[in-house]
């Protein structure tokens, strides 16, 4: 049995799962670890963790061997590409303001502070994160530490950036309640987090990883947001990441009318992914044993897991990505190096899997671009197969 699930106990259990450290130079090097997926009665999703897996996996940012799951800014071209479109959406909120007083959470590096700082030029910019090292240069401050820190000046900011925080934290309302305390009452504070809505209703396992402890869906964000004392001013979703705008309470005017859906029970949740771990995993061994050429395109967390969960890792499939950076790497569960889809041999399999399911649009787009036809691109979540039609 890959994963059961205690519907009693509102628990999703996987016994083992293996814990991502990004791409490898070899094939076969991972460790796992238990992963368990809880239902609060809020109907938030959150992972159930030991202290001890809780202290090996958020003491990690601290280390100097700490590998990022996403690139930080400016490291890749991906990642430059990503950090300047939420520079560009970030002047579009301030509208010609310049905020002089800064504070960015979980930065990864100074990329961002860099870019913004020779645009907007503010007074200070601190940035707190166990991974940087410390030091003050004038504008740009780091801080090593984690957010909530009381190495943080003791004064309020114009603008504090949270991107792919909350996510990764224990106590998420006490990370929202001291932005709230630290915000001007004009201020602004901008947040990113996974939208989980589509992957766990649909059963994508690019959703589950130990690093994110929190799962949040569209209902659940808001009521957590209003709950730790802001205003929602824009709420907006692209490629299962929400971009949050948010004010203190009370200082808005207009608040956004926004219409979520119910939770997600973790009933439907255990539903998805019997489909994924069952059906989806049976027709793709067929497919192999009939002769067929399968690949998947995106080189994942999530497909790792799915390899190793099925044991199709073992198997003769390939694993095409758009990032040449990992072109010729290795997913830990996979026995075949990660090649670029524009090679030859792409257009050359019978199935193409998408496994990056946040950017399934765009995959498919290419793959047909390729001359993949749709019906030999397979979905690899809740959805309907040509192979079990």
């Known amino acids: 049995m890959t994963f059961s699930f205690l519907s009693h106990e ?10 991502w450290r990004g791409m490898q130079a070899r094939p076969g090097v991972y460790q796992t670890k238990p992963f368990q997926l809880f239902e609060e009665k809020t109907g938030l999703l959150v992972q159930n963790m030991s202290k001890e897996l809780a202290n090996e996996v958020i003491g990690r940012y601290s280390r100097e061997d700490y590998t990022f799951i996403t690139a ?10 990503n950090a300047l479109k939420k520079l560009n959406w970030l002047e579009q909120q301030i509208q010609g303001s310049s905020p002089e007083m800064v504070l960015e959470i ?7 502070a860099e870019a913004f700082c020779e645009n907007f030029s503010p007074r200070k910019y601190i940035c707190v994160d166990p991974a940087l090292p410390s030091f003050d240069q004038g504008v740009i401050q780091t801080i090593s530490d984690y957010f909530p820190s009381s190495k943080t000046p003791d004064h309020c900011f114009d603008l504090i950036i949270a991107f792919n925080v909350l996510e990764h934290v224990a106590e998420p ?40 402890i929190t799962y949040y869906t569209g209902s659940t964000l808001y009521a957590a947001l209003k709950k730790c004392g802001f205003d929602v001013l824009k709420i907006n979703s692209r490629n ?4 949050v705008l948010i004010k203190k309470k009370g200082i808005s005017e207009g608040e956004i009318a926004k219409v979520f859906e119910s939770p997600i029970g973790i009933a ?47 198997a003769d499939v390939s694993i095409f990505d758009g990032d040449e950076t990992k072109a010729g790497l290795y997913l830990p569960a996979c026995q075949k190096p990660v090649a670029h889809y524009l090679e030859e041999g792409y257009s050359k399999h019978d199935i193409i899997v998408v496994s990056a399911m946040s950017f399934c649009d765009a995959i498919t787009r290419d793959a047909g671009e390729r001359g993949i036809q749709p019906e030999q691109i397979w979905e690899m979540n809740f959805s309907t197969l040509p192979a079990i039609k």
């Open 10 to 19: 509102k628990c999703l259990i996987f016994d083992e799962m293996p814990v």
């Open 72 to 81: 930080p800014p400016g490291t890749t071209q991906w990642a430059k590409a």
């Open 106 to 112: 979980g930065s990864g590096n100074t990329w961002f």
């Open 173 to 212: 309302d006490k990370v929202l309640f001291e932005i709230s305390e630290r915000l001007n009452p004009s201020g602004i504070a901008i947040l990113t987090v996974p939208d989980c809505e589509r992957q766990l209703r649909e059963g994508d396992i690019n959703c589950f990883i130990h690093e994110h």
């Open 240 to 243: 299962d990441l929400f971009t």
């Open 268 to 314: 439907t949740v255990a539903e998805s992914l019997n489909f994924l771990f069952d059906d989806m995993a049976t027709s793709l061994a067929e497919a192999l044993a009939s002769g067929a050429k399968v690949a998947f395109h995106g080189a994942t967390q999530g497909l790792n897991t799915f390899l190793h969960l099925t044991d199709l890792g073992k």
